[in-house]
């Protein structure tokens, strides 16, 4: 498993398409390169699990998928998240510290599934393990439970291969309704969230990673 920063640094190497200390130009035509490279990565990955959707609903008759989303961090997401960071504006700081540029998020129905496409998702060939990080045994202070994952996803073009990273979350169809909605309160609007507001938020968290445990418990016993 790669869990160093260099052996990350050195998997993920799109030096022959961009020069790593070039400043990066929101419209420039470098940009659109590097994104489009980004975006490759993403679809490998996406497709490699709507297999697996298929496979557990037809030959299993499980629903062990219930949906994928995916996106790509806009240019100025990317530049605000440098500037936020007291980042250089080049291309090396960005592909080197920004991991969710690419983003797969995996929705399932329980806590043991989480895990399960966890495994499958690893167990691709090819797939590197960057990072991982369990807010299922160990929620946020928000009470944010899921599983992320940072993979260096293998892409292969005309004249060599090449590894991108893409960020995986992992979580359930009741935490994804939480987790939603608290960033359009928190990101997506103009007014501030009072500190009555966060705590209630906070509770509603925890009140439904207890759901989640029941349910997955009911399942386990069926």
Known sequence: MKNNEQEITDLVDLKNFVDYNQEIKENGETFQKVMCIYKMALKELNNKVEIYQEEFKTFYNYELIDHINFRIKSPKSIIKKMQDRGAELTYKEMIENINDIAGLRVICQTQKDIYSIKRLIQNIPGIQTLKEKDYIKNPKESGYSAYHIILAVPVVLSTQ?????????????????????????????????????????????????KIDEKITNLTIKT
């Open 161 to 209: 291969l090449i590894y991108v990273k893409v960020e995986v979350q992992i979580r359930t169809m009741t935490m994804d309704v939480w987790a939603s909605l608290e960033h359009k309160m928190k990101y997506k609007t103009q007014k501030a969230i009072t500190n009555k507001q966060s705590k209630e938020w906070i509770n509603c968290a925890k009140a439904i990673n």
